[in-house]
């Protein structure tokens, strides 16, 4: 991969990846702030700013005006919250790059806030919430974080509170994007047919009339709290399991061993978890595994939705597998395969405009830097069966298992004998 970087002088960066075969362009603007950055009171914030840039500004005083902007040049727009980060991109044809970063940086920089806007959108964001009340596997996602992460930010639904969001009014939002939308912590990432030159001077406006700034500071995690269980009752057709464990932070030594590890474990159809628990066993028809990294912490998470009736039994084999990861060394073949097939992932994932943007964009915002495909894959690829032990037997321990139930179940206490919970 060939990227370029300009640093500007208020501290904004621009990074492009040239596909000169590409008829479109993908850009992203990547904000260095999100749920993690709140304070009690400001949870949901980052995300309520997420969809205020989207209602109107100065020159599109709409929704409708942003949209047809870009769609009217066959293009999209979309956005993202997360913990870290806040990303906001647009895709469209190679002719129209002008059009895609000048709506973008029109909503970062002159969005209204109006406080009809403010106030109907505040509706919208209470009903998200609410819906994620009422989607199991929503659910189950929420209540594993609240678990893993207790009395931290890093624990809270990205969208906030209902009784957060109630409070969040035009002055508080402003106040937070005021300190937090600063150009240190923004970089604007482009890929497919772009010039570097070009986009770099259609940014020129912005550089002049945005001021230099720090933005805040997140709050450290806390030791890892013990294992624990949490059931959650809702008459469903299926419960829904989630158990996971803490592991290292995205700069971590570990990380490329963990990400093996996650590919073993349940990162496709032919993973462990797919093999053992949807096909041997016939107790789920959807079971994966993920992680999560974050700037300092991460974390390991295993999914099942089974039949209520056979809980204890899937518990059994979704332990089992995490345990056979540390307790017995993955077989050489096995490794290779994964590592092949971690490698094939990536690259047919780069053939995308969007991925090449987001590959550069995500990591000068969160690291300072951008590794290439290739390094991380030579990086990958370097990755022992003794290393990918290591990191199970350091992450995987039984006193460190989180785990989240959401269905048809009225208490822990049949599922704590499984754990190690008192």
């Known amino acids: 991969m060939n990227f370029e970087i300009t640093s500007f002088d208020n501290g904004l960066q621009l990074v492009t990846v040239p596909m000169p075969h590409s008829y479109s362009v993908s850009m992203g603007i990547y904000i260095t702030v999100g749920s993690r950055f709140e304070r009690p009171e400001q949870s949901g914030a980052a995300h309520f700013i997420e969809h205020m840039l989207f209602k109107g500004t100065t020159r599109r005083p709409t929704a409708r005006d942003i949209a047809l902007s870009v769609e009217a040049v066959g293009g999209d727009i979309n956005a993202s919250t997360g913990r870290e980060w806040t990303t906001y991109y647009t895709r469209v044809s190679r002719d129209h790059l002008h059009i895609g970063i000048d709506v973008l940086l029109d909503m970062l920089r002159h969005s209204r806030f109006d406080e009809p ?144 590890l996650n590919s073993l474990l349940g990162d496709g159809m032919s993973s462990r978890l797919f093999t053992r628990i949807r096909e041997d066993l016939g107790l789920a028809y959807s079971t994966y595994s993920f992680i999560s990294n974050y700037a300092e912490a991460g974390q390991l998470g295993i999914y099942a939705a089974i039949d209520p009736r056979r809980t204890e039994e899937a518990l059994d084999a ?95 206490q049949c599922l704590a004998a499984h754990l190690a919970v008192e």
């Open 117 to 260: 806007d403010v106030d109907r959108e505040r509706q919208v964001i209470t009903e998200e919430i609410a819906q994620s009340q009422d989607v199991p596997e929503d659910l189950v996602f929420l209540q594993f974080q609240e678990l893993l992460w207790p009395d931290h930010p890093l624990g809270q639904d990205i969208a906030g509170t209902r009784n957060s969001v109630a409070h969040l009014d035009r002055d508080h939002l402003l106040d937070f994007m005021g300190k937090s939308y600063v150009p240190s912590r923004t970089v604007i990432a482009a890929a497919g047919a772009v010039d570097h030159g070009e986009l770099s001077a259609l940014l020129a406006p912005v550089v002049g009339s945005w001021p230099a700034g720090d933005g805040p500071a997140f709050e450290p995690v806390a030791p890892r709290p013990d294992a624990a269980i949490r059931v959650k009752h809702r008459p469903s057709e299926q419960t829904h399991l989630l158990l996971g464990v803490r592991t290292g932070g995205r700069n971590s030594e570990d990380r490329y061993a963990l990400a093996l």
């Open 318 to 412: 979704l332990l089992g597998e995490l345990r056979r990861l540390r307790d017995e060394p993955v077989a050489e073949e096995e490794l290779a395969f994964c590592k092949a097939y971690a490698h094939g992932r990536t690259l047919l994932r780069l053939e995308d405009t969007g991925a090449n943007a987001g590959w550069v964009g995500t990591q000068l915002a969160l690291n300072g830097e951008v590794k290439t495909p290739e390094e991380q894959l030579a990086a990958l690829h370097a990755v022992s069966i003794e290393e990918v032990q290591r990191v199970a037997q350091r992450y995987i321990t039984d006193d460190a298992l989180t785990l989240s139930v959401v269905g048809p179940l009225d208490e822990a």
